[in-house]
């Protein structure tokens, strides 16, 4: 730069720049901006692995998917964590809570755009211990 004037100039376009960002999206600059709506999600891995085989093995892929793509049930990827539209109207987070209700009454809150035909006897078919894992597994796709 030459002087300060076109220093001074070259901060107040910057800061002009910044401030069109910041007004167009509403997010800090440097924030990378996402927007994402799901919470951060810890899982146990070895949960996660006994899931994984326990949703191989009952069935459950036959249904939801694990890479994004729809099926009769909705898919598993990214799921965990999110806000999830309801048939009702209402949303939900995405929880442990719920992905464990889900499973072992799938009748009580609907994900918008799908029928109720998920069995309702997995508490039957399943121990407790079964279905945290079939959560775990679940959360370890919310990334």
């Known amino acids: 730069m030459k002087n300060v004037s076109e220093a001074a100039l070259a901060l107040v376009v910057v800061l002009a720049l910044g401030a069109g960002f910041w007004l167009y999206t509403g997010e ?7 927007t994402a709506t799901t919470t951060p999600v810890a899982v146990d891995p070895e949960a996660a692995a006994r899931g994984m085989q326990l949703a191989n093995d009952t069935g459950c892929l036959a249904c939801h998917s694990v890479d994004g793509s729809t099926g009769t ?11 999830r539209p309801l048939e009702s109207g209402e949303s939900v987070t995405a929880d442990a809570a ?7 009454d799938p009748g009580v809150q609907i994900l ?3 029928s109720d035909v ?10 407790e211990a079964e279905i945290n894992d079939l959560v775990a597994y679940i959360q370890s796709l919310a990334n």
Do not use: E, N, R
């Open 28 to 34: 800090d600059l440097g924030s990378g901006g996402t």
């Open 73 to 83: 049930g909705p898919t598993w990827k990214g799921v965990a964590g999110a806000s």
């Open 98 to 104: 719920y992905l464990f209700s889900s499973i072992v």
């Open 112 to 114: 918008a755009g799908f």
């Open 118 to 127: 998920m069995p309702a006897d997995y508490s039957d078919q399943l121990t």
